[in-house]
């Protein structure tokens, strides 16, 4: 129970003291008039002023609160190395033990994970979250049980108690990092990419040659190993061999006594692309669809096209000057023998034999083919005939030959069961609600897979790989029609873009493959074949360790699953004949950025409050308790600041100058006052 004097005025408090100002102008006159009765006169106005005032006097029973004691126990990745653990654990368990048994004071213990993603140690918006539950009168002290790696120490926050660190990890602790500087999200294929690396020691690093071992890996391969000093970055470059994504994987192996080896791999998930695409396209002779494939190869700004139409074969003579025919002559022997290889793709559109290339030339594209070129045949009427480029040398490449037969009458062409399944033809715009064409050549299969039919189930599209290469014969000269909408038209350039991308082997229409795709530490599976069902496929861990998971057809020809990884690192999948590697997690994960114990990031918090940062490896500190404002913290010691918070329950009020005495007072004094200056 505890007592005080409160006013609560009658009147502002401007009023009041001008009538008490008035009052001491009036009893100033009274002395200098020489009036007997100024004294009590004085009181009367005193008397009459303090009732104005409202005194009263105020009992509130109080009950004391406790003090509350923040502990923070840091559980982050970082703090899990070495005997961080059983650092953390013991002196926590000490510690609340101590807090507890102070008279008084009561302790909250908050665990600190990881932060989500690759945020790090949250440590102080874990404490914020925390003080937004208790009142801060009653906060006498902040303990953090951390090896001082925090992540967001610049969150501001007003603390209402002394803030200490206390520290985990042993002051001989050292590491190994290797971290990249610089990696590039792309890179052109066949180009060199230079990355930026760093190994460096930290900590109290034993006296070494100053170089380090480096194993670099491309897409799970057998690595390579290099010596590369320490302490300086190095430029390294790198040459991605194929497009889409091209896992590399770098590694120092672990050296005696460092305190982990999770820092000591990198991954990066760089994906290839082509500078240029280098097509050749050939036009046999001038027709209606002979600016389908010009339009469509220059619409593209990554293909660098290079046509030629022969307007008059070697036959026709008309007497019209050569030169007026062509800006230039057709550089046969070096497009076919001396630069063929300089090109991604080859298109042969209506080209038949006359004489223009030479047998040499045609087998010379042949084996360009097989040695890992494209050819794309899109055949008209010289296709059937005696001319045809399958009775050449190209024709042992061709995946069908000619039957001499064309079929001129309208049809729609259609996508094959196989084709459903093909990346190529799969899924085409409109739904197969396409416009007729109205020729097709006759053709005999020999190899490959036909995606689309035509007159009676004939093949119209084949495609075929040849030794590294790939071949396409498309049997009609008629789908420039659906570009000029006849009969409502068709994905004539859908079509034609994804035919001439699979022959240039981009990894997305591959036919046979195997992806995947991470999301933070969970990974989407993707199988694509031509099968009608595939084997379950194996997951390999960074520990070697193999998770077998069958897989759902999600589309025709796309079977998928997912799975999580249950640690950050290179996965190897199998699938039958296809095989593939993906990373999981960060590049180099936040936690393990820097691993040694350090007070230096927390200091200009703990500084502000007067903490302090204790080793625990010297001991447990003792507690005392300091005034709010001094030094709470020594050699050996931290401080808490008591609070004295106290919960109100009852409050009582007695007016001091209730209205009768007030009345009684003011008129005796009045009275006297005249009385004693009426016998003057």
Do not use: C
Request: a negative charge.
């Amino acid at each position: 129970m505890t007592g005080s004097i409160i006013f609560d005025p009658l009147i502002p408090w401007s009023l009041l003291i001008m009538v008490a100002v008035i009052a001491a102008i009036s009893v100033m006159l009274a002395v200098v008039r020489g009036l007997n009765g100024w004294a009590l006169r004085a009181l009367a106005a005193l008397v009459v002023i303090a009732a104005l005032a409202g005194p009263s006097y105020q009992q509130e029973d109080r009950t004391p609160l406790t003090d509350i004691v923040m502990l923070l126990e840091d559980q982050s990745a970082s703090q899990q190395l070495s005997d961080r653990p059983a650092q953390t654990s013991s002196a926590a368990d000490t510690l609340a033990t101590t807090i507890a048994a102070r008279p008084n004071t009561e302790v909250r213990r908050i665990t600190v994970p990881d932060g989500e993603g690759d945020a790090g140690t949250q440590l102080m918006t874990a404490l914020s979250a925390a003080l937004a539950e208790e009142p801060r009168a009653r906060i006498s002290g902040i303990v953090a049980i951390s090896d001082g790696q925090v992540h967001d120490p610049e969150l501001p926050l007003d603390l209402p108690a002394p803030m200490h660190l206390l520290m985990t990890g042993k002051e001989d602790d050292w590491d190994r990092r290797l971290s990249i500087r610089n990696a590039p999200a792309f890179a052109i294929i066949d180009e060199p990419v230079t990355l930026t690396l760093r190994i460096e020691d930290m900590g109290a690093a034993p006296e070494g040659s100053g170089l380090a071992p480096l194993d670099i890996s491309v897409d799970g391969a057998e690595p390579q190993s290099f010596q590369v000093p320490i302490g300086e970055d190095i430029e390294l470059p790198i040459t991605l061999p194929h497009g889409g994504r091209n896992v590399i994987q770098f590694t120092v192996p672990e050296a005696d006594g460092e305190l982990t080896d999770r820092n000591n791999t990198a991954l990066i998930q760089m994906n290839g692309v082509r500078d240029r695409l280098r097509v050749l396209l050939v036009s046999g002779e001038p027709h209606p669809g002979g600016r389908t494939w010009r339009n469509l190869l220059k619409s593209d700004s990554s293909v660098d096209l290079v046509h030629f139409t022969i307007l008059r074969p070697p036959e026709k003579q008309d007497g019209v000057p050569v030169s007026e025919l062509s800006l230039i002559a057709f550089p046969t022997r070096e497009l076919f023998l001396e630069r063929i290889d300089d090109f991604d793709l080859i298109i042969f559109d209506r080209y038949k034999r006359r004489g223009i290339l030479p047998a040499l030339y045609l087998d010379n594209v042949a084996n360009y083919i097989r040695q890992g070129g494209a050819v794309l045949v899109a055949a008209g009427p010289d296709f059937a005939s005696a001319d045809s480029l399958y009775r050449s040398p190209l024709g042992s490449a061709l995946p069908a030959s000619p039957t001499a037969r064309v079929l001129e009458e309208p049809y729609l062409p259609t996508v094959t069961d196989l084709g459903d399944r093909h990346p190529v033809t799969t899924g085409l715009p409109e739904g197969g609600d396409w416009g007729r064409w109205l020729r097709q050549i006759d053709i005999a299969q020999s190899s490959g897979h036909s995606v689309m039919s035509g007159i009676d189930d004939r093949p119209l599209l084949v495609l075929d790989r040849v030794g590294e290469g790939r071949v396409a014969l498309l049997a009609s000269d008629h789908a420039w029609l659906w570009n000029r909408g006849y009969e409502g038209g068709g994905p004539q350039l859908e079509l034609l873009r994804r035919l001439a991308h699979w022959m240039m082997k981009e990894p997305e229409l591959e036919e046979e493959s195997l992806t995947a795709d991470a999301t933070g530490q969970t990974m989407r599976i993707k199988r694509r074949t031509l099968s009608d069902q595939v084997p379950p496929v194996t997951v390999t861990d960074p520990d070697g360790e193999t998770t077998e998971l069958a897989l759902t057809e999600t589309s025709p020809g796309v079977f998928e699953t997912t799975f999580d990884g249950p640690e950050i690192g290179l996965y190897r999948l199998v699938n039958g004949d296809e095989t593939a590697v993906i990373g999981l997690g960060p590049a180099a994960p936040r936690e393990f950025e820097q691993t040694i114990a350090t007070a230096d990031v927390l200091e200009p918090v703990i500084a502000t409050l007067r903490g302090g940062t204790i080793r625990l490896e010297d001991g447990l500190p003792r507690l005392r308790n300091v005034r709010d404002g001094r030094p709470a913290a020594g050699r050996g010691w931290i401080g808490l600041t008591p609070r004295d918070a106290f919960e109100t329950r009852d409050v009582r009020q007695t007016n001091l100058l209730p209205g009768w005495l007030v009345l009684l007072l003011s008129l005796g004094l009045l009275t006297a006052a005249w009385l004693r200056e009426g016998r003057r």
